[in-house]
């Protein structure tokens, strides 16, 4: 049973670049919430995503935006990087009905 | 501002000790309770939830909830060097919302 997957694992880039990190979330998981950690904090609530719909965001500006497919799966989508938006992003996923938050490995991006 | 609150540590036990983690949270209205391991480096793994008043018990773990002092706490017995790595507690608010709101983890070293 394959658990949250993310790609890239890794990434660099320029401030002022975009960029879109992906998410499939756990089998017979319907649920996609996306996070950003920070060196030495708690991951921080972007938005979770619930039949294809942004269903609750976090204080985050407009610059970041997702989209979730019919399959479940989810995109994160960051514009106008900053150097501040290098940290961990992480994708949890859960089953219906359920409050447990299941992580994904996670993208490591880094902005130059 | 809601908030959750964790003593960053390092909390040092030697190996075969019970090591007692806690956590303070501001919302009263909270309802669901999780507690994450993460090491260094990798995301977080969920380990506990709870979700009612007293104690919850899963192998080497037990999760403890007190709503009117509003504190969750985790019990680790038998400690074992493999458990040294940041516990995160995370909280879940009032019904109408999904996000989990994370405090800055607690470091957990376990002394062979």
């Known amino acids: 049973d394959a658990g949250v997957t993310q790609s890239p694992t890794h990434l660099i880039k320029t401030r002022g670049q975009q960029v879109t990190l992906r998410c499939s979330p756990k089998?017979?998981?319907?649920?996609v919430s996306w996070y950003q950690q920070a060196l030495g904090q708690g991951p921080q609530f972007i938005f979770q995503?619930?039949?294809?719909?942004?269903?609750q965001r976090g204080n985050f500006p407009d610059r970041f935006s997702g989209h979730q497919f019919p399959n479940y799966s989810s995109e994160l989508n960051v514009n106008a990087l900053l150097l501040g938006d290098s940290a961990l992003y992480l994708c949890?996923?859960?089953?219906?009905?359920?409050?447990?938050?299941?992580f994904g490995p996670g993208t490591r991006l880094t902005v130059t | 501002q809601k908030e959750v609150e964790q003593n960053s540590g390092p909390l040092s036990v030697p190996e075969g000790a019970i090591a007692s983690l806690n956590c303070t949270y501001s919302?009263?209205?909270?309802?669901?309770f999780f507690w994450y391991r993460q090491y260094s480096g990798k995301s977080p793994e969920l380990i506990m939830f709870?979700?009612?008043?007293g104690d919850k018990e899963d192998g080497r773990f037990t999760a403890q909830l007190n709503k009117a002092s509003q504190y969750v706490s985790l019990l680790i017995r038998d400690s074992q060097p493999s458990d040294s790595a940041t516990y995160l507690c995370?909280?879940?608010?009032?019904?109408?919302?999904?996000?989990?709101?994370f405090g800055s983890g607690t470091r957990l070293l376990v002394r062979p």
């Open positions: 995503y619930y039949e294809e719909e942004e269903r």
């Open positions: 089998s017979g998981h319907d649920t």
């Open positions: 919302d009263r209205g909270s309802q669901s």
């Open positions: 949890a996923s859960s089953p219906r009905g359920f409050y447990e938050q299941y």
């Open positions: 709870i979700y009612s008043n």
């Open positions: 995370a909280v879940k608010e009032m019904d109408s919302s999904y996000k989990l709101i």
